[in-house]
């Protein structure tokens, strides 16, 4: 993407209805658009519809996990350019790495702020705006 909008858009996938929303309002409050998903087919679904700016994406998510989301997401060209932020509850050793080499452009563990939440999308998003993305 070229240029990031006043209002960005960000497509939050998380499992659990309460985090969602609660990350989801914040993030509204923050100044972002949202869209939210629930699963990964969804979240296929809702990026390809919505042409986030930003994907957040909790990695443990039912009928298909973050790490396969993001490759689907990655390897389909209507999507390859969107960045992806993984959120986890699970630190895994060499995790960086591993997010680095699946595609994400970055990651937080939860529990997180939602402050650094806010802090991480929008380093993201000036990252890719610097990049020429």
């Given at each position: 993407?070229?240029?990031?909008?006043e209002?960005p858009?960000?497509l939050?996938v998380e499992?659990?209805?309460?985090a969602?929303e609660?990350?989801s309002?914040?993030?509204?409050?923050?100044?972002?658009?949202m869209?939210?998903?629930?699963?990964?087919?969804?979240?296929?679904?809702?990026?390809?519809?919505n042409q986030?700016?930003?994907?957040v994406?909790?990695?443990?998510?039912p009928e298909m996990?973050g790490?396969?989301?993001t490759r689907?997401?990655?390897?389909d060209?209507?999507?390859?350019?969107?960045?992806i932020?993984?959120l986890?509850g699970?630190?895994?050793t060499d995790?960086s790495?591993?997010?680095?080499?699946a595609?994400?452009e970055?990651?937080?563990t939860?529990?997180c702020?939602p402050e650094?939440l806010?802090?991480?999308?929008?380093?993201?998003l000036?990252a890719?705006r610097v990049?020429?993305?």
């Open positions: 993407m070229s240029s990031v909008p209002t858009r960000v939050l499992d659990y209805d309460d969602r609660m990350y309002e914040y993030l509204t409050f923050s100044g972002f658009d869209v939210q998903a629930a699963n990964g087919i969804e979240a296929i679904r809702q990026a390809v519809a986030p700016h930003i994907v994406m909790d990695l443990s998510l996990d790490w396969e989301t689907r997401l990655k390897a060209e209507r999507t390859a350019g969107i960045p932020l993984a986890t699970h630190v895994l995790f790495g591993r997010a680095k080499q595609g994400f970055g990651f937080l939860k529990p702020l650094d806010v802090a991480e999308i929008r380093r993201i000036n890719e990049n020429g993305h």
